[in-house]
Nanobody
């Protein structure tokens, strides 16, 4: 059974940083491309970043490029999202996922 559990969200001031983590189980993590998406209030889900199986390939939405970094630890079955220089428009519920499976999400709120 695929399980994805996000953590690390919270309230942060504009310009601050947060590190999200996603613990994965129930599938062959090292063989799976992983992604982060987010859903802001009243908006459609937005793709944020993707990382390939060995971590050598990463892609980012233009809205987060240069501020967010996706990484993975195949030994620990985790995928992370380091978020720097956060802006109020980054406020959303963030989800990690693969192959159509998504976790329950973690709330990120950027506000002064």
């Amino acid at each position: 059974q695929v399980q994805l559990v996000e953590s690390g969200g919270g309230l942060v001031q504009p310009g601050g940083s947060l590190r999200l983590s996603c613990a994965a189980s129930g599938f062959t993590f090292s063989s799976s491309t992983m992604s982060w998406v987010r859903r802001a209030p009243g908006k459609q889900r937005e793709w944020v970043a993707t990382i390939t199986t060995l971590g050598g390939g990463t892609t980012y939405a233009d809205s987060v490029k240069g501020r967010f970094t996706i990484s993975r630890d195949n030994a620990k079955n985790t995928v992370n999202l380091q978020m720097n220089s956060l802006k109020p428009e980054d406020t959303a519920v963030y989800y990690c996922g693969m192959g159509g499976y998504w976790g329950q999400g973690t709330q990120v709120t950027v506000s002064s």
